[in-house]
């Protein structure tokens, strides 16, 4: 290409080949004739636009924000300049900022598509939704055929919970423009809304194969997985991300979401606080923080996390709002988290999340005017349609029946919820069956007579275990109660541990004293900061029941409590939770009663094996009816002088992450006695399951009288069987973080 002498252009002609250069792709040449401009004509507008959409273009936006900024300061500047500084504007999060600009673009002609188009997305992130949806409207009466628009008009009604009408947008751009990429990644993340997992995964995956750099596929994707709680496959999407865009705040957000819940705390925290630093004004950033900050127990930084989060524009205000009612429900304080929770519903009255967290607040009554907005927002003229708020509202009206005595309405909608919620993961209860079995017979009576592990100290762990909802946190908090007691809450550290050692239990024949020792050593490595000064550290994982031997051999002078509470009123009691972390086991009611039948068999063979003054179990009802004669056994087993603290269990002042965190903080009470008796035409898959005639008078659980005999050899630990053995849940929100839909690049006219 011919170049003029710069010295002999004018500003029209320097200009010109400017754009000739910047269109062949002749970045150097175009800048040295934009700036031989503006030394002739200072503040030359559109050399300045030139400049700003060059410096976009290669990834340093806040210059480009500058140029454009200076540009649109003439008087006469083109429209287009505006809407272009409006959507880079947009893109730094400067959303007010950006709806001036772009609503003087499109006030000056208000036939430009872009200018339209760049001012519907900014106010659908600023949360302006009736607003964005006119625009979006406008543009595609103006532009049919713009598939960008339709892309756009399709994350504007997603936002509004107009699901279907969304999905029809989005499948409108693709048969526009079959490659295109975004609206291919905003399916994939309307699909997991509507519950289509696999479905939602496939077009993410296609819309990475279109654009292997687009972000938003790669979270979306990474967002499947987590909903599935396989937060590995969600590290291994984000971390293909974060490998060509290290500083991606929305990509480390996910990453720390992902290792909270595989419980990599400081990792997590790592990730949360480089996210903040990145992009302070991320308001899903600092809800993120907030939630891993709370995870670890600094409390007081996860409120001024969610503080800031609430200040924000967009849609992170309505989560902080809520994560700051449970961390006051953690901590507690149940009415400032019942009025934070009202208030929430007040500002967003369509929030399943925060109907969810209050119904666990509220004693609903006949008549109560809640029950009928959470049916209306399932039922009525405009009903939520995400798959996650419905099975959450489900459950929330499943209570409120329960409380007001309805049993059939009741069960209508927990086994509504329960359906919602199993059909989005995989889970065979015949193999966990088999698990279960293998462990038992993995150890036998002679190893616990052999040479143990010697282990000083290992009397300082303290082990309540046994199936979620069965009365562990009561017991946890009746020993947490003593001044010599530290709880540390549902650790799943010696899960992580047996994990290291290989596939469990069939690692089992190969542990040696030396390999126990070594795992018990590392275990109270990690929990002797969370003792303090005290001598005792309760862990609270009901699952560890799958490793209560193991325990033994590691830890031979570890105390573990087994506490037992009446069959039915334990499953129904898992069946009306909707746990934030799986239990794949309590969404179905024959399955949950197998499940139980299984555990009863290991505990029935650990309690044949084990020593007795290492092993005891506890019966919630006895605890019950008994609770000073059941709470000073429990204190002499730990090995404690008597304090009369014990008995004042609910007036002790600590954080608890469960699902019984409001239930521990009462006197005890009879009302979870029998519970199960006026359900019982409901529960009849359950009652199956378990082998209990509900017309028995006592209708006692049936005994097994052995442990059950190793099946055939198995090559490897079913996947699913795992899972079933995850944690008791933290009652948190249960709505999901949602990454936003892709948008569009400023237009370079």
């Not at 990145?278 to 939630?291: P, T």
């Not at 989005?424 to 038992?440: G, H, K, P, Q």
């Amino acid at each position: 290409m011919s170049t003029q002498p710069q010295n002999t252009m004018t500003v029209e002609q320097a200009l010109g080949q400017a754009h000739a250069h910047w269109n062949a792709g002749q970045a150097d040449q175009a800048e040295r004739l934009c700036q031989h401009v503006l030394a002739l004509w200072p503040g030359q507008s559109d050399a300045l636009h030139l400049m700003g959409l060059m410096a976009h273009a290669y990834g340093n936006l806040d210059l480009a924000i500058d140029h454009l900024r200076r540009a649109c300061q003439a008087p006469r500047v083109p429209a287009v300049y505006l809407s272009n500084l409006g959507e880079m504007l947009r893109q730094r999060g400067l959303l007010a900022e950006a709806e001036v600009a772009a609503r003087r673009a499109v006030t000056m002609d208000n036939t430009l598509v872009a200018g339209w188009n760049n001012l519907g997305i900014i106010l659908q992130e600023a949360g302006k939704l009736d607003d964005s949806l006119s625009c979006l409207e406008r543009v595609v009466a103006l532009q049919p055929n713009y598939a960008e628009a339709h892309n756009n008009l399709g994350n504007t009604l997603k936002r509004m919970g107009r699901l279907d009408q969304a999905r029809q947008r989005y499948e409108y751009a693709l048969n526009l423009a079959p490659a295109y990429a975004e609206a291919q990644s905003n399916l994939a993340n309307l699909l997991n809304d509507l519950g289509r997992p696999d479905e939602a995964l496939a077009a993410a995956r296609k819309a990475i194969d279109l654009n292997p750099r687009l972000s938003d596929a790669y979270i979306n994707a990474a967002a499947v997985e987590l909903g599935r709680n396989r937060n590995e496959e969600a590290l291994r999407w984000i971390d293909a991300l974060l490998s060509y865009a290290p500083l991606h705040a929305g990509a480390l957000t996910v990453r720390a979401t992902a290792l909270r819940h595989l419980e990599r705390l400081e990792e997590a925290l790592g990730d949360a606080r480089r996210a903040v630093s990145i992009q302070a004004e991320n308001g899903e950033a600092q809800n993120v923080l907030g939630e891993v900050l709370q995870a670890v127990g600094l409390h007081e930084e996860a409120l001024a996390a969610f503080d800031k989060a609430s200040k924000t524009l967009g849609f992170a205000p309505e989560k902080a709002l809520i994560n700051r009612g449970v961390v006051l429900m953690e901590r507690g304080d149940k009415g400032e988290a019942k009025v934070a929770f009202e208030q929430v519903l007040a500002q967003y009255p369509r929030s399943a999340s925060a109907w969810f967290n209050l119904s666990d607040l509220h004693r609903f009554q006949a008549g109560d005017p809640a029950v009928t907005r959470m049916e209306s927002l399932l039922y009525g003229p405009d009903p939520l349609q995400s798959q996650t708020d419905r099975t959450a509202l489900n459950f929330a009206l499943g209570k409120a029946w329960m409380d007001i005595g309805d049993a059939d309405r009741a069960f209508g909608y927990l086994n509504e919820g329960n359906r919602q919620k199993r059909a989005t993961f995989s889970y065979d209860s015949a193999a966990t069956e088999r698990w279960m079995a293998d462990i038992a017979a993995a150890f036998p009576a002679g190893i616990f007579g052999k040479a143990k592990a010697t282990l000083a100290g290992s009397d300082q762990a303290v082990f309540v275990l046994g199936m979620p909802r069965s009365g562990t946190t009561l017991i946890e908090q009746i020993l947490a109660s003593h001044p010599q007691v530290a709880a540390a809450g549902e650790l799943s550290t010696f899960n992580a541990l047996v994990n290291q050692l290989g596939p469990y239990p069939q690692t089992a024949p190969h542990l040696t004293p030396e390999i126990c020792g070594g795992l018990g050593q590392r275990y109270l490595d990690f929990v002797r900061p969370l003792a303090g000064s005290r001598r005792k550290v309760v862990d609270k994982m009901p699952s560890n029941f799958l490793f209560a031997g193991l325990i033994n051999l590691a830890l031979p002078d570890a105390r573990i409590i087994h506490v037992r509470r009446d069959p039915v009123d334990t499953c129904l009691s898992c069946y009306t939770k909707l746990f934030t972390r799986e239990q794949l086991f309590t969404y179905d009611l024959a399955e949950l009663g197998q499940f139980y039948r299984a555990y009863e068999r290991l505990m029935d063979h650990w309690r044949a094996v084990l020593p007795a003054d290492r092993f005891i179990e506890v019966q919630y009802e006895d605890v019950v009816d008994d609770l000073e004669g059941q709470a000073r056994r429990l204190i002499e087993f730990c090995g404690l002088a008597w304090d009369p603290a014990c008995l004042d269990f609910h007036k002790t002042q600590r954080t608890i992450r469960t699902a019984s965190l409001n239930q521990v903080r009462q006197p005890i009470f009879r009302s979870s006695v029998g519970r199960w008796r006026p359900f019982a035409a409901q529960l009849t898959p359950l009652l199956a399951a378990l082998g209990i005639d509900p017309n028995a008078p006592d209708a006692p659980a049936p005994t097994v009288a052995e442990p059950a005999k190793k099946p055939a050899a198995r090559k490897a630990t079913p996947k699913a069987a795992v899972k079933a053995a995850a944690p008791e849940p933290a009652a948190e929100s249960v709505e999901a973080a949602k990454p936003a839909g892709r948008r569009r690049k400023p237009a370079a006219t």
